[in-house]
Protein backbone atom coordinates (compact mmCIF):
# COMPACT_ATOMS: atom_id res chain seq x y z
CA UNK A 1 0.00 0.00 0.00
CA UNK A 2 0.96 3.41 -0.61
CA UNK A 3 2.44 5.66 2.56
CA UNK A 4 1.52 9.12 3.43
CA UNK A 5 2.77 11.37 0.61
CA UNK A 6 3.55 14.99 1.18
CA UNK A 7 4.54 17.78 -1.51
CA UNK A 8 6.48 19.64 -1.97
CA UNK A 9 9.56 18.05 -0.16
CA UNK A 10 10.98 21.33 -0.48
CA UNK A 11 9.98 24.64 -0.20
CA UNK A 12 12.04 28.20 -0.19
CA UNK A 13 10.03 31.14 0.07
CA UNK A 14 10.44 34.89 1.15
CA UNK A 15 8.73 36.47 4.22
CA UNK A 16 5.27 37.61 3.45
CA UNK A 17 4.67 34.55 0.90
CA UNK A 18 1.83 32.19 1.47
CA UNK A 19 3.02 28.21 0.85
CA UNK A 20 0.60 25.62 1.06
CA UNK A 21 1.43 22.02 2.01
CA UNK A 22 -0.30 18.86 0.52
CA UNK A 23 -1.15 15.68 2.57
CA UNK A 24 -2.56 12.40 1.47
CA UNK A 25 -2.92 9.96 4.16
CA UNK A 26 -3.00 6.25 3.55
CA UNK A 27 -6.25 5.16 1.91
CA UNK A 28 -9.17 4.49 4.46
CA UNK A 29 -6.99 6.42 7.83
CA UNK A 30 -9.66 8.61 8.86
CA UNK A 31 -6.79 10.15 11.35
CA UNK A 32 -4.87 12.77 9.89
CA UNK A 33 -2.06 14.90 11.83
CA UNK A 34 0.01 17.66 11.25
CA UNK A 35 3.58 18.01 12.95
CA UNK A 36 6.48 19.87 12.37
CA UNK A 37 9.93 20.46 13.85
CA UNK A 38 11.79 23.90 13.75
CA UNK A 39 15.72 23.53 13.93
CA UNK A 40 17.05 22.36 17.38
CA UNK A 41 13.73 22.04 19.02
CA UNK A 42 11.86 18.94 19.38
CA UNK A 43 8.78 17.93 17.03
CA UNK A 44 5.49 19.78 18.07
CA UNK A 45 1.74 18.61 16.87
CA UNK A 46 -0.12 21.06 15.21
CA UNK A 47 -3.23 19.49 14.95
CA UNK A 48 -6.12 16.64 14.07
CA UNK A 49 -8.52 15.72 11.77
CA UNK A 50 -10.51 12.81 11.87
CA UNK A 51 -11.53 12.58 8.81
CA UNK A 52 -12.94 16.33 7.56
CA UNK A 53 -13.56 17.63 11.03
CA UNK A 54 -10.95 19.57 13.32
CA UNK A 55 -10.53 16.99 16.02
CA UNK A 56 -7.62 19.30 18.40
CA UNK A 57 -6.16 22.19 16.46
CA UNK A 58 -4.13 23.41 20.10
CA UNK A 59 -1.29 23.10 18.68
CA UNK A 60 -1.65 25.46 15.17
CA UNK A 61 0.91 28.34 16.38
CA UNK A 62 -1.67 31.41 15.18
CA UNK A 63 -4.01 32.28 12.50
CA UNK A 64 -1.37 32.50 9.90
CA UNK A 65 -2.12 29.05 9.77
CA UNK A 66 -4.84 27.23 7.86
CA UNK A 67 -5.58 23.68 8.04
CA UNK A 68 -8.14 22.23 5.68
CA UNK A 69 -9.51 18.28 4.89
CA UNK A 70 -12.22 19.00 2.92
CA UNK A 71 -14.09 15.61 1.88
CA UNK A 72 -11.91 14.06 4.51
CA UNK A 73 -9.18 12.76 1.92
CA UNK A 74 -5.91 14.97 1.51
CA UNK A 75 -5.63 17.86 3.95
CA UNK A 76 -4.06 20.95 3.31
CA UNK A 77 -1.52 23.55 5.30
CA UNK A 78 -1.38 26.83 4.32
CA UNK A 79 1.15 29.69 6.13
CA UNK A 80 -0.03 33.14 5.09
CA UNK A 81 1.73 35.30 5.27
CA UNK A 82 5.10 33.14 6.53
CA UNK A 83 7.43 34.57 8.87
CA UNK A 84 11.01 33.58 9.23
CA UNK A 85 10.00 31.14 12.54
CA UNK A 86 7.78 29.38 10.39
CA UNK A 87 10.85 27.37 8.93
CA UNK A 88 11.27 23.77 9.76
CA UNK A 89 10.15 20.48 8.80
CA UNK A 90 6.39 19.99 8.53
CA UNK A 91 5.50 16.20 8.74
CA UNK A 92 1.87 14.83 8.17
CA UNK A 93 0.98 11.39 9.79
CA UNK A 94 -2.04 9.61 9.28
CA UNK A 95 -3.87 6.41 11.22
CA UNK A 96 -6.85 4.09 11.04
CA UNK A 97 -8.22 4.64 14.55
CA UNK A 98 -7.41 7.04 17.34
CA UNK A 99 -5.14 4.16 18.78
CA UNK A 100 -3.34 2.74 15.97
CA UNK A 101 -0.08 3.73 14.77
CA UNK A 102 0.89 6.23 13.15
CA UNK A 103 2.37 6.97 9.59
CA UNK A 104 4.52 9.47 8.98
CA UNK A 105 5.38 11.03 6.08
CA UNK A 106 9.01 12.32 4.63
CA UNK A 107 7.93 15.81 5.27
CA UNK A 108 8.41 19.29 3.53
CA UNK A 109 10.80 21.21 4.82
CA UNK A 110 10.03 24.87 4.55
CA UNK A 111 12.69 27.54 4.43
CA UNK A 112 11.24 31.37 4.49
CA UNK A 113 14.17 33.83 3.90
CA UNK B 1 11.95 23.60 29.25
CA UNK B 2 11.75 20.11 27.38
CA UNK B 3 9.23 17.64 28.61
CA UNK B 4 11.44 14.75 27.27
CA UNK B 5 14.70 14.92 27.52
CA UNK B 6 16.76 12.64 26.13
CA UNK B 7 20.37 11.27 26.10
CA UNK B 8 23.14 11.21 24.98
CA UNK B 9 21.76 13.65 22.26
CA UNK B 10 24.84 12.06 19.53
CA UNK B 11 26.28 9.05 19.86
CA UNK B 12 29.34 7.47 17.72
CA UNK B 13 30.13 3.70 18.69
CA UNK B 14 31.90 0.53 16.99
CA UNK B 15 30.21 -1.92 15.10
CA UNK B 16 29.27 -4.88 17.95
CA UNK B 17 29.18 -2.57 21.01
CA UNK B 18 26.16 -2.13 23.31
CA UNK B 19 24.38 1.39 23.74
CA UNK B 20 21.69 2.49 25.69
CA UNK B 21 19.88 5.61 25.11
CA UNK B 22 17.60 7.32 27.86
CA UNK B 23 14.45 9.16 27.54
CA UNK B 24 13.37 11.07 31.24
CA UNK B 25 10.56 13.42 32.45
CA UNK B 26 9.10 14.42 35.72
CA UNK B 27 5.93 14.03 33.52
CA UNK B 28 3.62 10.88 33.89
CA UNK B 29 2.99 9.09 30.34
CA UNK B 30 0.30 6.63 29.60
CA UNK B 31 1.74 5.42 26.94
CA UNK B 32 5.70 5.43 25.19
CA UNK B 33 6.75 5.46 21.89
CA UNK B 34 10.01 4.95 20.01
CA UNK B 35 11.08 6.16 16.38
CA UNK B 36 13.73 5.99 13.87
CA UNK B 37 14.01 8.09 11.88
CA UNK B 38 16.49 8.49 8.70
CA UNK B 39 17.61 11.31 6.71
CA UNK B 40 14.97 12.79 4.43
CA UNK B 41 12.45 10.76 5.88
CA UNK B 42 9.68 10.68 8.37
CA UNK B 43 9.70 8.52 12.19
CA UNK B 44 9.00 5.52 11.69
CA UNK B 45 7.34 3.28 14.65
CA UNK B 46 9.39 0.96 16.51
CA UNK B 47 7.47 0.26 19.45
CA UNK B 48 4.74 1.31 21.89
CA UNK B 49 5.29 0.64 25.34
CA UNK B 50 2.06 1.36 28.27
CA UNK B 51 2.16 -0.40 31.15
CA UNK B 52 4.97 0.46 33.70
CA UNK B 53 7.99 -2.12 33.94
CA UNK B 54 6.93 -2.70 30.74
CA UNK B 55 10.53 -4.55 28.49
CA UNK B 56 9.58 -5.32 24.85
CA UNK B 57 11.97 -6.78 22.72
CA UNK B 58 12.48 -5.91 18.71
CA UNK B 59 15.61 -8.27 17.34
CA UNK B 60 18.44 -6.89 19.29
CA UNK B 61 16.49 -3.53 20.14
CA UNK B 62 15.31 -3.94 24.17
CA UNK B 63 13.08 -1.27 25.59
CA UNK B 64 11.66 -0.75 28.81
CA UNK B 65 9.21 1.66 30.46
CA UNK B 66 9.86 2.51 34.29
CA UNK B 67 7.75 1.22 36.81
CA UNK B 68 6.21 5.03 37.46
CA UNK B 69 5.76 5.90 33.58
CA UNK B 70 7.97 8.28 33.51
CA UNK B 71 10.89 7.19 31.60
CA UNK B 72 12.10 4.54 29.15
CA UNK B 73 15.57 3.14 28.05
CA UNK B 74 16.06 1.61 24.58
CA UNK B 75 19.18 -0.71 24.52
CA UNK B 76 20.70 -1.80 21.09
CA UNK B 77 22.83 -5.14 21.96
CA UNK B 78 25.94 -5.90 19.13
CA UNK B 79 25.03 -2.82 16.97
CA UNK B 80 25.34 -2.50 13.23
CA UNK B 81 25.71 -0.35 10.56
CA UNK B 82 22.48 -0.18 9.81
CA UNK B 83 21.14 0.63 13.56
CA UNK B 84 22.33 4.26 12.46
CA UNK B 85 19.91 6.70 12.61
CA UNK B 86 18.08 9.42 15.12
CA UNK B 87 16.11 7.42 17.56
CA UNK B 88 13.49 9.73 19.43
CA UNK B 89 10.86 8.79 22.21
CA UNK B 90 7.59 10.17 22.27
CA UNK B 91 4.73 10.45 25.42
CA UNK B 92 1.09 10.32 25.03
CA UNK B 93 -0.42 12.40 28.13
CA UNK B 94 -3.85 10.66 29.32
CA UNK B 95 -6.48 10.95 27.47
CA UNK B 96 -4.95 12.76 24.62
CA UNK B 97 -2.65 9.79 22.78
CA UNK B 98 -1.82 12.04 19.54
CA UNK B 99 -1.09 15.06 21.07
CA UNK B 100 2.46 13.36 21.25
CA UNK B 101 5.52 14.91 23.47
CA UNK B 102 8.46 14.61 21.93
CA UNK B 103 12.13 14.31 23.09
CA UNK B 104 14.72 15.93 20.57
CA UNK B 105 16.17 12.36 19.74
CA UNK B 106 19.59 10.63 19.74
CA UNK B 107 21.82 10.42 16.53
CA UNK B 108 23.32 7.46 16.44
CA UNK B 109 26.46 6.12 14.54
CA UNK B 110 27.51 2.90 13.78
CA UNK B 111 31.21 2.66 12.46
CA UNK B 112 31.66 -0.67 10.35
Known amino acids: EAGVTQFPSHSVIEKGQTVTLRCDPI?????LYWYRRVMGKEIKFLLH????????ESGMPNNRFLAERTGGTYSTLKVQPAELEDSGVYFC???????????FGNGTRLTVT | TQLLEQSPQFLSIQEGENLTVYCNSS?????LQWYRQEPGEGPVLLVT???GGEVKKLKRLTFQFGDARKDSSLHITAAQPGDTGLYLC????????????WGLGTSLAVNP
Open chain 1, 93 to 103: ASSETGGSPLH
Open chain 1, 27 to 31: SGHDN
Open chain 1, 49 to 56: FVKESKQD
Open chain 2, 27 to 31: SVFSS
Open chain 2, 49 to 51: VVT
Open chain 2, 90 to 101: AGARTGNNRKLI
